[in-house]
Each structure stands twice: as C-alpha cells, then as structure tokens.
C-alpha cells in the first residue's frame, strides 16, 4: 500500500523521538541515531531541514542538540511532511500524463487522495504520537517530559 518515503518517515520519527525523550536538556543526535538505528549524517540532514523550518531548535555546545521550536500539540505531522515534500519537489516534480485520461481522470484522483490524507495528517499533533507511545508502555529516557523550553 501507500507509504510515506523513508525520509518522510524518518523526520517525524525523529522529532516524536525528541518530543518523547526530551527532557530540560537538549536530545543529542547520537541519541536520535542509535534509537532510530541510523547513520548520524543521515540524521542530521533531515534535523537542519527541519530547523530551518522552525520544527526544531538547534542547541550548540557540549551539552547541545536539539530540542522542539513549539509545544509538541503544536506541531502537526502534516507539517513535517510538507517540510521534506517541499525539499523533494525542488528536484523537479512527476512529469505530467501526456494522455487525456491521465490528465481528467488520474490526476485528479491522486491529487483527491493527497488532499485527504494531509488532513488527516494535520489533525495528528506530535503530543498525539506521545501519548499513544506512552499508552503502549514504552520507556523514555528522560525522567521528566518537558513539552516546550524557552
């Protein structure tokens, strides 16, 4: 079936990571990369994206990392797949079908199942992804969650 890019699918993992692990301090990349099982490098091109784009805060120093830019309820995933989508599509978008059928029927059937699924994807908040990661069980690493630090 339909599934995100890897990329995609990496950005909000990370940034539900650093809203799920996050504590007063930042949360390190290495962190980031050993829980998501990733090359730091990796990682770290999809992290500046995503400050640069006002998801993330970067923390610089010794004890730095990062952190979120706003409170996790204020962060949709749909958000974040717009972020990479738009990094994505700077390369150069699909060409058009030549075909009158591709471009009456199926074009606009794909763009009907995009719409729909952006969304859904607005209406999923990073603080929704913590609590069901909470609700299953699963163990942060910090002892404390702290939602959003100025």
Same mark, same amino acid.
Request: hydrophobic fraction near 40%; proline fraction near 5%.
């Given at each position: 079936?339909?599934?995100?890019?890897?990329?995609?699918?990496?950005?909000?993992?990370?940034?539900?990571?650093? +809203?799920?692990?996050?504590?007063?301090?930042?949360?390190?990349?290495?962190?980031?990369?050993?829980?998501?099982?990733?090359?730091?490098? @990796?990682?770290?091109?999809?992290?500046?994206?995503? &400050?640069?784009?006002?998801?993330?805060?970067?923390?610089?120093?010794?004890?730095?990392? @990062?952190?979120?830019?706003? $409170?996790?309820?204020?962060?949709?995933?749909?958000?974040?797949?717009?972020?990479?989508?738009?990094?994505?599509?700077?390369?150069? +978008? *699909?060409?058009?079908?030549?075909?009158?059928?591709?471009?009456? &029927?199926? +074009? *606009?059937?794909?763009?009907?199942? $995009?719409?729909?699924?952006?969304?859904?994807?607005?209406?999923?908040?990073?603080?929704?992804?913590? &609590?069901?990661?909470?609700?299953?069980?699963?163990?942060?690493?910090?002892?404390?969650? &702290?939602?959003?630090?100025?």
């Amino acid at each position: 079936m339909l599934k995100p890019p890897k990329k995609m699918a990496l950005a909000v993992e990370a940034v539900v990571d650093i +809203a799920f692990h996050g504590a007063a301090n930042p949360v390190q990349s290495q962190d980031i990369a050993r829980r998501l099982g990733l090359p730091r490098r @990796y990682l770290e091109q999809v992290m500046q994206q995503l &400050v640069r784009a006002g998801i993330l805060r970067g923390v610089r120093g010794p004890r730095g990392g @990062y952190r979120l830019a706003r $409170e996790r309820r204020r962060i949709t995933v749909g958000e974040i797949l717009r972020v990479l989508a738009g990094q994505e599509e700077e390369g150069g +978008a *699909p060409p058009a079908s030549g075909s009158a059928l591709g471009r009456e &029927v199926m +074009a *606009p059937l794909w763009q009907s199942i $995009e719409s729909e699924a952006m969304h859904r994807l607005d209406a999923i908040t990073i603080e929704d992804l913590c &609590v069901e990661a909470e609700r299953k069980g699963l163990e942060s690493e910090s002892r404390a969650h &702290v939602d959003f630090v100025i």
